[in-house]
């Protein structure tokens, strides 16, 4: 937490905070081959001072950044090694997994497969596996599949962040799995912000599209490309860590690279722009995601252009602009820059981000892990329904720990 991406975890970690849980998030260890990384790596050397000093409270949570003899990628052969990856590790200095304090945790609430030897160690508390990716995919990792098939068997509670990771979760488990998607920090990217003089933005705000995020391989390059040359009167700002992989597209005269951007900036950044790009290429990871920037754009405002799949296409937001491909692309923000200028238009799609918050999210998921420690059938649970904000779902008594 406090890192360059703020992911799913981070946020319901603080949303189950907000509902007066007792929260422990415990991020993907380090291992010994992050040394040579805090050379250079500014959040490499913050995870590790986190460890040296036995963890830190962010924003109500206690985050925890365990230590790893070794990478996955050098346990993952085997299945004994798989399990030491997340068990022979040290907590803390001189402490070793027990100074995690999961035996005092009411649930487990994980979403990060490589934990699988921590899900089959603690097994008395009630196990909800919350997959946001199709991680396989995503990481060219077929070995994930073994650690996540065991995750499947011990978690009491499958849930899913899209329909096709959801489908993925039952062919491994043969049980059903819960769809939910991923939600939005509301307050933070509706609320109005002061321009920040800090960027040296191209152009006029109405002629400004903002991608904000990774530049890995399932970025879309060829759908910008494509958006950018078509559309020459435009500015296309690409801002997240990394931007540097697609300097084929910074050569590009109406496209800028920003670099990070703190999110607590992020909210500036997007109302300073009147369209959202999220330009997705052909891996085939892409056809599990449940991005985050849908409605963190709606809430800010902007109608999104997006290259859509299938599952995309299922939001009910009266903002997005899908494009079928990436020749399509460009006229999918054409028509995000004319959504951009109908106030009623773009006022609706923040509302509708509105419904989609991490706390009625938090609150769901707080329920679901009652019906696990109560031993019952889940398969009814309706994960649509929210209650108001104020209301706190059924206690888990104690602690809860995020395991992401």
Same mark, same amino acid.
């Given at each position: 937490?406090? $890192? ?7 946020? /319901? ?6 509902? &007066? ?8 260890p380090l291992s010994l081959g992050h040394l040579a990384l805090a050379m250079r790596d500014a959040h490499v050397r ?52 027990? &100074? ?82 991923? $939600? ?53 700002i690409l801002a997240g860590p990394g931007s540097e992989a697609v300097s084929s597209l910074l050569s590009l005269a109406?496209?800028? &690279? ?17 369209? $959202? ?105 309706? /994960? ?21």
């Amino acid at each position: 937490m406090s $890192g360059p991406f703020v992911v799913g975890s981070h946020h /319901l970690a603080a949303a189950l905070v907000r509902l &007066g849980h007792t929260v422990d998030h415990i991020s993907a260890p380090l291992s010994l081959g992050h040394l040579a990384l805090a050379m250079r790596d500014a959040h490499v050397r913050t995870r590790w001072r986190r460890w040296l000093r036995g963890g830190e409270r962010v924003g109500g949570v206690q985050e925890l950044v365990p230590l790893t003899a070794l990478p996955w990628s050098a346990m993952r052969r085997s299945r004994v090694l798989m399990n030491a990856y997340s068990t022979l590790l040290l907590a803390k200095p001189l402490r070793g997994a027990g &100074g995690l304090a999961l035996d005092a945790a009411d649930c487990l609430i994980v979403d990060e497969p490589r934990f699988v030897g921590l899900v089959c160690k603690h097994h008395r508390q009630a196990i909800i596996y919350r997959a946001t990716d199709l991680y396989a995919q995503m990481r060219g990792d077929p070995t994930v599949l073994d650690a996540e098939r065991v995750v499947c068997q011990r978690a009491n509670v499958l849930v899913a962040t899209s329909r096709p990771v959801a489908a993925h979760l039952s062919a491994l488990s043969q049980r059903e799995a819960h769809v939910m998607t991923n $939600g939005v920090d509301f307050e933070h990217f509706a609320s109005p912000q002061v321009p920040s003089l800090t960027w040296n933005l191209p152009g006029r705000r109405e002629t400004r599209a903002l991608y904000v995020g990774s530049f890995d391989g399932r970025f879309g390059v060829t759908a910008v490309r494509s958006a950018a040359t078509e559309l020459p009167d435009k500015s296309f700002i690409l801002a997240g860590p990394g931007s540097e992989a697609v300097s084929s597209l910074l050569s590009l005269a109406n496209v800028i &690279g920003l670099g990070a951007v703190k999110y607590e900036q992020l909210p500036a950044l997007m109302q300073q722009c009147s369209v $959202g790009l999220l330009p997705l290429s052909e891996h085939s990871a892409n056809a599990g995601r449940s991005p985050m920037k849908l409605y963190e754009y709606a809430a800010a405002r902007l109608p999104i252009a997006v290259t859509a799949t299938d599952e995309i296409r299922q939001h009910t937001l009266p903002t997005l602009c899908p494009a079928s491909d990436d020749r399509t692309f460009a006229e999918a923000v054409r028509r995000a820059f004319e959504y951009a200028v109908d106030p009623s238009l773009v006022n609706a799609g923040c509302e509708r981000a509105r419904d989609e918050s991490w706390v009625s999210k938090a609150r769901r998921l707080a329920e679901l892990a009652v019906v696990a420690r109560d031993g019952k059938n889940p398969a009814g649970a309706h /994960l649509g329904e929210t209650a108001p904000e104020n209301e706190r779902a059924d206690s888990l008594s104690r602690h809860d720990s995020v395991l992401g």
